[in-house]
């Protein structure tokens, strides 16, 4: 039901003012405690020559209350209060009839947003963050589509980039293939931690390091199969928690899926001469909206995480022809979002402006911020668990005699 417009119905009746014209003058007060709606009477001095608090005072006797709970005059306002009663009845009554398509309109017919959202690490642990962006992400798909838009999910999994290298390095070293059966992410996280450890003391890894990014980046055939592997079972073990979660994608097309599509990319900066060098690195320089420049090509010409976002939205416009295409990302890579939008937005872009990044607050434990690189992470499976543990002891607690404890507890904590 909508309020407003009963209220300047029930106004304009009493008034024989036009309900238009009633509409546009009711305000939402500032305070609950003065009311759901207020209609300031000051206008209407002039008309009915009468002053403000008395105009109050005479619709205030006036007015139809039906459907309110009361009508109050202060000064030269007049408060409506909505009986929360009915209000609450006529909510339930339209779900009630409507069911599933309560709420649904379709404003957004024919028109595509491409959602990304979740998106973890390739071979690093999926964590609370991700777990933030996968909850946002889904609830938008599920908003969104029941408003009429077409909405495609997109996973855009972080499995491309220098770290591959590092780990090709440190797979080949030391993994420990029986603990990688058991507990793949575990495993590849001590091997990624540990080569950290051991660059320090050695700092030619590093070199060894980029030299098989190079190799992957140029699909060579041992760096290319090793990478499948990481990348396989470290989806095995996301998928568990997706099928946990309920929570499906539409699309898969993570940062490798640009790994050929990234040149035309360059070329077209160079030709629209964006690409300028610094300190051996291609990149823009975004000093006019004051932001460091967004690194295109590192200087031993390995394309960076910008340079696949940048491929990735002229991919997503040529495909979906996307109406919005948000990104469902932590507020710590706001500064990337914007390089990126504002490079798109220089290479001659419009559709640059229906870019979004929806961000939300870093994630924290005890004052720190997780860091996969020195192994400080909080296992999502293990968090959703002990929160499921926790719900069973509060029920065990306040509702001992329930049934199906572990059941309600479950769907609790996995809202399904
Ligand atoms: N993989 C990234 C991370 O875990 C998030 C990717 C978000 N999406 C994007 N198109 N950059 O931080």
Not at 87 to 115: A, D, M, P, Q, R
């Amino acid at each position: 039901m909508n309020y407003k417009l009963t209220i300047a119905e029930k106004i304009a009746k009493a008034t024989e003012l036009n309900v238009d014209d009633v509409q546009k003058l009711i305000e939402i007060p500032p305070k609950p405690e003065m009311g759901d709606f207020a209609f300031p009477c000051f206008q209407l001095a002039k008309v009915f020559r009468k002053a403000p608090n008395i105009i109050a005072q005479e619709l205030s006797e006036k007015i139809d209350k039906e459907g309110l709970e009361k009508v109050e005059t202060v000064g030269g306002y007049l408060n409506f209060f909505v009986d929360k009663a009915s209000f609450s009845k006529g909510v339930i009554e339209k779900v009630l009839t409507e069911k599933e398509s309560y709420g649904h309109s379709s404003i957004g017919e024919g028109k595509t947003v491409t959602i990304d959202f979740s998106s973890p690490n390739i071979a690093k642990p999926f964590h609370v963050g991700h777990l933030c962006s996968t909850a946002i992400g889904n609830s938008l798909y599920k908003i969104l589509s029941s408003q009429g838009y077409n909405c495609v999910g997109i996973n855009h999994l972080g499995d491309w980039g220098t770290q591959f290298g590092k780990l090709i390095a440190a797979y080949e070293r030391w993994v420990d293939e029986e603990a990688l059966e058991k507990e793949p992410i575990k495993e590849l996280l001590r091997i990624y931690v540990k080569f950290h450890d051991e660059a320090e003391k050695d700092p030619s890894l590093e070199d060894i390091a980029r030299q098989h990014f190079k190799n992957l980046e140029d699909g060579c055939e041992k760096e290319v199969k090793l990478w499948q592997k990481i990348k396989d079972v470290s989806l095995m073990e996301f998928n568990r928690i997706y099928d946990m979660l309920n929570i499906k994608f539409d699309s898969y097309a993570g940062e490798s899926f640009y790994n050929d599509k990234m040149d035309a990319v360059v070329e077209e900066l160079k030709e629209k001469n964006l690409l300028v060098e610094s300190k051996g690195a291609q990149v823009v320089n975004l000093d006019e909206y004051n932001m460091p420049p967004c690194i295109i090509l590192k200087a031993d010409g390995a394309s960076i995480y910008a340079t696949r976002d940048l491929a990735a939205a002229i991919y997503r416009k040529k495909t979906y022809d996307f109406y919005k295409n948000i990104y469902v990302v932590g507020m710590d890579q706001s500064l990337h979002f914007k390089q990126v939008f504002t490079t798109l937005k220089l290479m001659g872009y419009d559709w640059a402006d229906n870019c979004v990044h929806v961000g939300f607050g870093l994630v924290k434990f005890a004052d720190k911020k997780l860091s996969t690189r020195k192994g400080d992470v909080i296992f999502l499976e293990d968090l959703l668990n002990e929160g499921i543990a926790r719900a069973k002891q509060a029920i065990e607690e306040k509702n001992p005699s329930l049934e199906n404890k572990d059941e309600v507890a479950k769907r609790l904590v996995l809202v399904q």
